[in-house]
């Protein structure tokens, strides 16, 4: 295994886990590296083995794992993967989650609820982690739950340049699909040139998980191209009628932008039907052929996360890859 070494002393490991090999190995190509050779299996119960194939005695480990359905699943085999590292004395451990699990679950909006953001980060700390890195929080306050250092990348750049590309000259409207996300909108605008803001109103019973719905949008939208932006799509109801929202209202076109691809069932279905020009989203998840449809691109967030891991590693800026703005 080629390793990449800092001032003589630190060397660098990245180990993956199972759910999404081709993002890890991308990542590698990119840092110039090889993965660490790892034996990882499943018993016929369930439970998850992991053994490293190599000594990281002394290095500096980055575990990579993506958290697609079965969610729960990927998350234990990393946390396993993150104890092994510490008792093979690791120097220190640094969980790469590009989609951070059960993140959605960041706050009580109902008594008796659990606040599973906060117990992942326990979970993680407790199994021997250092740090975190991941993409696009969908609230920046869960990086408040790890008790240590949390890098929080964006793909709004990656994201953005691809749409400014496609949009041309058009006049551009960013449309957040509810008003929690306007902050993000800010951002969008900014990257597309000052581009108005609009937001998509709607409704949600919080007894009944993945529906929403969207009512009406506040702001120029007709006769304009609406970037639609969101952290992660689901089940693709929330935006599907956004959409619907939007050309009802005028909108001449309207691409969706997304950073994580959750695509659970009938996302795909959703998404190619609700008449979007385009959805653009990153790879920070696997998307098999099955869940893929013409009008998809799916863009890779391997370069950045191998140049935050670059950074981490030499004991660099992340900061400094967004403009001092992360």
Known sequence: MSELSYNGDKKLVLASGRAHPELAEEVARCLDTELLPMSAYDFANGEIYVRSGESVRGKEVFIIQAHPAPLNNWLMEQLIMVDSMKR???????????????????KKGRGREPI??????????????????????????????????????????L??????????DDAVTVVSPDTGRVRVAEQWAER???APL????????????????????????????????DDMIDTGGTI???????????????????????????????????????????DTLPI???????????????????????????????????????
Do not use: W
């Open 192 to 194: 597309l040139g000052g």
């Open 159 to 168: 994201l953005a340049e691809h749409i400014r590309k496609m949009v041309g």
């Open 240 to 282: 599907a009628g956004a959409v619907r929202v939007l050309k009802d209202a005028g909108a001449k076109d309207v691409i969706i932008a997304a950073t994580h691809a959750v695509f659970s069932a009938p996302a795909s279905e959703r998404l190619a039907n609700c008449g979007a020009r385009e959805v653009v989203v990153t």
């Open 116 to 157: 599973s953001a906060r117990l992942v980060a326990d979970l993680y700390k407790t199994a021997g982690a250092d740090r975190i890195m991941s993409v696009d929080l969908h609230t920046a306050q869960i990086q408040g739950f790890f008790d240590g250092p949390v890098d929080h990348l964006f793909a709004i750049p």
């Open 288 to 326: 098999p052929a099955e869940k893929r449809f013409p009008t998809l691109t799916v863009l890779s967030i391997a370069p950045l996360l191998a140049r935050a891991i670059k950074e981490v590693f030499e004991d660099g800026s992340v900061t400094s890859l967004f403009d001092g703005n992360a």
């Open 198 to 229: 609009a937001f998509v109103h709607k409704s949600r019973d919080l007894t009944v998980p993945n529906q929403a719905v969207s009512k009406t949008v506040v702001g120029q939208v007709k006769g304009r191209t609406c970037v639609l932006i």
């Open 88 to 106: 093979a004395s690791a120097r220190r451990i640094t969980v790469v989650a590009p989609f951070y699990p059960y993140a959605r679950q960041d």
